[in-house]
């Protein structure tokens, strides 16, 4: 960890129109997850729809995919990333001090909302609120990792994060059964369902699959864009 990268990291994520959505989205689940509670009272199946659906299927890929991509493609694309390779230290303490950041960003402004969602929705009953939390706390480090790498190798990762997350995940993830197994969306949920009660929580990814696929995509992520970082010159071109 570098705390200079780090504090000029989140000042750049939570200091722009990014920092705005970053408040926005959870403020805006934690508003319908009372309003739902309000006029339907407390029922498994919505609760389920809101925090499977809504949260860890919309709300944590957005807030990684700001997350991931503001913490390094910004920099890049304005050339501001050469003030920071000038510096006498590894690419890799940049690239885990950002993908720190942009975690963190995620646990805070998605993992916590989405647990707080679910004791409103359902109380701590069937461990329905921590299952999910838990789930999207892993799902956002994945999805960090992910589009962070996205930021460091094209000059479009908003558009390619967008397309992983609605075109892979929520459109061929719902036809082709085969393509869950590769969705981040499904290693969240087969943790959350391990925390929560028996049949609280359904998902289409064992746990042996899942856990080995989080860290190893993590991890890959995390390594590749290192390397990536490391082939740039001071001109911000590889």
Not at 18 to 36: F, I, K, M, T
Not at 47 to 63: E, I, K, R, S
Not at 93 to 100: F, N, Q, R
Not at 223 to 238: I, N, Q, S
Request: proline share 4%; hydrophobic share 55%.
């Amino acid at each position: 960890m570098n705390p200079t990268v780090a504090r000029l990291t989140v000042r750049g994520l939570l200091g722009r129109r990014r920092g705005v959505l970053l408040l926005v989205v959870p403020a805006l689940l934690l508003l319908l997850a009372v309003l739902v509670r309000t006029a339907n009272g407390r029922d498994h199946d919505i609760a389920v729809q809101v925090l499977g659906t809504l949260a860890l299927g919309t709300l944590v890929p957005l807030l990684g995919l700001i997350a991931g991509t503001g913490a390094i493609a910004t920099e890049i694309d304005d050339g501001s990333i050469v003030y920071l390779l000038a510096k006498p230290q590894p690419r890799w303490k940049i690239i885990v001090t950002k993908l720190v950041v942009a975690i963190g960003c995620t646990t805070v402004f998605g993992a916590l909302p989405t647990y707080l969602a679910g004791l409103v929705l359902y109380g701590g009953t069937d461990g329905l609120a921590l299952g999910y939390g838990l789930g999207a706390l892993v799902a956002g480090a994945a999805y960090s990792a992910v589009f962070l790498l996205l930021g460091v190798v094209t000059r479009h990762a908003v558009v390619a994060g967008l397309m992983y997350s609605l075109i892979w995940e929520s459109l061929i993830g719902n036809f082709v059964s085969g393509a869950r197994t590769l969705s981040i969306q499904q290693w969240g949920l087969s943790l959350a369902r391990t925390v929560a009660d028996p049949g609280a929580i359904t998902a289409d990814v064992s746990l042996p699959v899942a856990v080995p696929l989080l860290v190893l995509v993590t991890l890959a992520a995390t390594g590749v864009a290192a390397v990536r970082l490391a082939g740039f010159t001071l001109a911000g071109e590889e």
